[in-house]
T-cell receptor, first 111, second 117 residues
Framework: GQQLNQSPQSMFIQEGEDVSMNCTSSSIFNTWLWYKQDPGEGPVLLIALYKAGELTSNGRLTAQFGITRKDSFLNISASIPSDVGIYFC???????????FGQGTRLTINP | GAGVSQTPSNKVTEKGKYVELRCDPI?????LYWYRQSLGQGPEFLIYFQGTGAADDSGLPNDRFFAVRPEGSVSTLKIQRTERGDSAVYLC???????????????FGSGTRLTVV
């Protein structure tokens, strides 16, 4: 089945640093999503990307939908303690209602 | 309700037992989804309901897993003869259907953590 490869698997950074993570796939997706999951909670949508090449921002978060429709990246600028958590990319297959998730990037911030 | 509600939040059961996990979607959301999240992994799709019917059950791992949504609202995921490998967090999500709005409203519950001992 479809798989999304997300990297890095984990990141340890200092507060205030910028963060970059990415997601690649062997399959084409027509929509890419980025989620954040806190312990004991379900994933919460951060950014949705609907068009190849699209660059979208949400506060300190910026995400891009790759031109080949097989990759996406998420950047977080000036990290703060509440950014700690696990970030997941997800792809939506044309015509399907289901999401295919990456393995996640665990972000840890040292104050 | 205001969000997707899942009960119980935690369930410990013995190997071989039967379990039921409940999901109460956001009011008015016609689509409902079940995902399974193993430790250290992303959620994996199990089944999708549109109204009362299962529109896509391709993610159910085997015939021990079954889900129903008899009135098009609350759904129950049923697992027979549980195995230790079934231990995971079972997430439910709901959404509207149609257009691009369905994704922005695609909301997950907090999940049920199932432990099979």
């Amino acid at each position: 089945g479809q798989q999304l490869n997300q990297s890095p698997q984990s990141m340890f950074i200092q507060e205030g640093e910028d963060v970059s993570m990415n997601c690649t796939s062997s399959s084409i997706f027509n929509t890419w999503l980025w989620y954040k999951q806190d312990p004991g909670e379900g994933p919460v949508l951060l950014i949705a990307l609907y068009k190849a090449g699209e660059l979208t921002s949400n506060g300190r978060l910026t995400a891009q939908f790759g031109i080949t429709r097989k990759d996406s990246f998420l950047n977080i600028s000036a990290s703060i303690p509440s950014d700690v958590g696990i970030y997941f990319c997800a792809g939506v297959i044309q015509g399907a209602q289901k999401l295919v998730f990456g393995q996640g990037t665990r972000l840890t911030i040292n104050p | 309700g205001a969000g997707v509600s899942q009960t119980p939040s935690n369930k410990v059961t013995e190997k071989g037992k039967y379990v039921e996990l409940r999901c109460d979607p956001i009011s008015g959301h016609t689509a409902l989804y079940w995902y399974r999240q193993s430790l250290g992994q992303g959620p994996e799709f199990l089944i999708y309901f549109q109204g009362t019917g299962a529109a896509d059950d391709s993610g159910l791992p085997n015939d021990r897993f079954f889900a129903v949504r008899p009135e098009g609202s609350v759904s129950t995921l049923k697992i027979q003869r549980t195995e230790r490998g079934d231990s995971a967090v079972y997430l439910c999500a709901s959404s509207l259907v149609g257009g691009d709005a369905w994704l922005s409203g695609y909301t997950f519950g907090s999940g049920t953590r199932l432990t099979v001992v």
